[in-house]
C-alpha cells in the first residue's frame, strides 16, 4: 500500500509528455538548404517547427539514418504539414 502510493507520488513528480509525445517527425534531410525551405513553407502557414541537426559540421557527416536534419511539428499539425510538405515536392 506503502509501495503504490510512493509510485503514484513519484509518477506526479515526473513530466507527462516528453517533447518526443508531443511532437512528431515530419520531413528529413541531409541538404541544409532543403530543410530550411520545408521549415519556412510550414511556418508560413502559422506551423511551429523544432528543427533537429545531427550532421557534423566538421565532416558534413549525418549520424541519422533518416536524414542529418529533421523537422517536427506538434502532433495536431502532423496532417496540415505532410500535406503542405507534399505539395511543395510535387
Known sequence: MILNKIKIWFKNLLAQDTFFEENKLVFATNEEYLANIMKLK??????????????DSSYNLSFSSQGGIMLYVNQNNIILAKQIIESTNE
Open 42 to 55: 510550414l511556418e508560413e502557414e502559422g506551423i511551429q517547427v523544432f528543427v533537429v541537426n545531427k550532421k
